[in-house]
């Protein structure tokens, strides 16, 4: 079944916008530092404009289009805890709800002059939009939210792909050694060792897997080699994340994908360590960069651009069954956007 867009002007018939499991996901659009109290933020979401705004401390995430004469808000003012319409001036309130027409000063404005609102989530330092009723929570990343860890954030990192292989490539441990060869893995430790997946529930988690057992040259970004344990869950079909262990040591990576346009990506990390609290932050994130620029290349070469959900379709080793239980997961979801 299929729903009237929130993006009118965008809902053509090969949009991203199409996809009903895909409108009832949070995406993230922005860094909360990127939406300053005082201005608008104009983003790209699923194909369509979203302004982003704050009056006091709550954030607003609405279409980015004044109902009047679909000017765009985002070249508008935020003034008195209101957003106004560059074009002709109309006040919208927090709500979304017109409250001054300038041309008609005394005329209450009619009820149908409103913004089209989204819903809206700052969490781990991120801005999470959905456009339509979401399906669940912002993804729970409790290590982002411990106190004893640091945490920073990483992204956007623009890809000329589409979510579903992003995702894959992230769960994907045989290509570490070889990818990330000297980081991540190397040509002495490409053999990947048996380790557990669980099912993803149609309704519910993604699949997990746990106890991946990998030696890394490199594994964080400071150089010292080390047997890593990785753990692996699903939250949602464009969201995953792991914790990378080293004895108690833990990195806890989350990683969203932002379909943006059709065909195009952004990906968006948020990182979490219970050590290493004297690496400057821009080390860690040089080190990420490395990393991501070195999947893209990749990631960005495949096809078809669609992830098969078809088991028959490309070949499988036992050690992707991580990925497999992806695949049949998003099968399960009904998710249609990026694959196959
Ligand atoms: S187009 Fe926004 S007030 Fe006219
Ligand atoms: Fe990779």
């Known amino acids: 079944m299929s729903h009237a867009s929130p993006f009118p002007d965008n809902a053509g018939a090969n949009s991203v916008l199409q996809d009903d499991v895909l409108r009832g996901q949070w995406f993230v659009v922005a860094q909360s530092g990127d939406v300053p109290l005082g201005q608008a933020v104009a983003r790209r979401l699923l194909g369509g404009d979203v302004v982003l705004w704050r009056d006091g ?189 080293q004895g108690d040591n833990k990195l806890f990576m989350g990683y969203t994908i932002t379909p943006t346009e059709e065909g195009f990506s952004e990906a968006w990390a948020v990182f979490a360590m219970n050590y290493g609290f004297e690496i400057p932050e821009q080390d860690l994130r040089a080190f990420q960069q490395t990393v991501v620029m070195q999947d893209k290349a990749v990631v960005e070469s495949q096809r078809p651009e669609l992830l098969p959900l078809d088991l028959q379709e490309e070949l499988h080793l036992r050690s992707d069954r991580m990925a497999i239980a992806y695949r049949k997961w998003l099968r399960a979801t009904g998710l249609k956007y990026g694959v196959a």
């Open 57 to 245: 401390g709550r954030i607003h995430a609405w279409q980015d289009l004044c109902i009047h004469r679909g000017a765009k808000l985002s070249l508008g003012k935020v003034r008195d805890g209101c957003m106004v319409c560059p074009y002709h001036a109309w006040v919208y309130d927090g709500d979304g709800k017109c409250i001054h027409i300038p041309a008609q000063p005394d005329r209450t404005p009619p009820l149908r002059a409103r913004a089209n609102v989204f819903h809206v989530r700052e969490r781990y330092g991120l801005i999470w939009v959905c456009i339509a009723q979401p399906s669940g929570d912002v993804p729970a990343f409790p290590l982002a939210e411990d106190t004893s860890c640091r945490m920073f954030l990483c992204g956007p990192y623009s890809f000329e792909a589409k979510g579903p292989r992003l995702i894959e490539n992230f769960l994907d441990v045989g290509h570490l050694a070889i990818v990330h060869a000297g980081l991540l893995g190397d040509a002495e430790h490409e053999a990947i060792p048996e380790y557990e997946v669980e099912e993803g529930l149609a309704h519910g988690v993604g699949p997990v897997a746990r106890n991946i057992r990998i030696h890394q040259p490199d594994p964080d970004g400071t150089g010292r080699a080390a047997e890593v344990t990785y753990d692996y869950q699903v939250h949602a079909p464009l969201v995953a994340s792991f914790i990378k262990s």
